[in-house]
């Protein structure tokens, strides 16, 4: 089967030519015993700015998606995470980068929640309430509506 490429803003062009490599993303859907999912926004001077996302981020040389996510959670959100659950991929086609973003589902995390850099966060469920939402972060919503048969709008478009 194909491999799904999501592409963000088609029409601006791409850095880094048709072979760009991938950057791999480690992703964190933490979830509340209620249903509720961690939503953060992306921190000032970050590219999408200001975009809400899960939190996460990429993958260092020799780390595995495991490794990334437990770093970065902690770096970014300040919680130490216990069992990672592997979800689902998705490739994005940024004008800035072609990103392979590992969805890890985790329910164990312990520590206060503290955004490190400067990020707010908010606990969200189907439709979202944060706006914009990242183009990477659309896809997962569906699948949580499919997951919770949800209909309807899982979010308010991007003006
Ligand atoms: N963390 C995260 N990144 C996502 C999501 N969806 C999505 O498309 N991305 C993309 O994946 C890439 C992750 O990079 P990042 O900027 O968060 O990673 P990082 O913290 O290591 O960045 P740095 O290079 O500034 O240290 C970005 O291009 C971002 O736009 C998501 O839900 N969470």
Known sequence: MATEILV?????????????????????????????????SRPAGKVYEGYWEFP????????????????????????????????????????????????????????ELHMHEGQSFSWETLPVRVKPVLPGTVPVLAWFAQERSFEGATHEPAT
Not at 63 to 70: G, K
Not at 93 to 106: E, G
């Open 8 to 40: 963000a803003h088609g029409d601006r062009p791409r850095e880094g030519g048709p072979n760009r490599k991938q950057v791999e993303v480690a992703v964190g859907v933490l979830l509340r015993a209620d249903g509720a999912f961690l939503l953060t």
């Open 56 to 111: 996460g981020g990429k993958v260092e040389a020799g780390e595995s998606i495991e490794q990334a996510l437990r770093r970065e959670l902690i770096e970014e959100i300040g919680v130490t995470i216990g069992a990672v659950h592997p979800w689902r991929v998705e490739l994005v086609d940024y004008p800035h980068a072609l990103v392979r973003l590992n969805f890890c589902k985790v329910y164990e995390w312990s520590g």
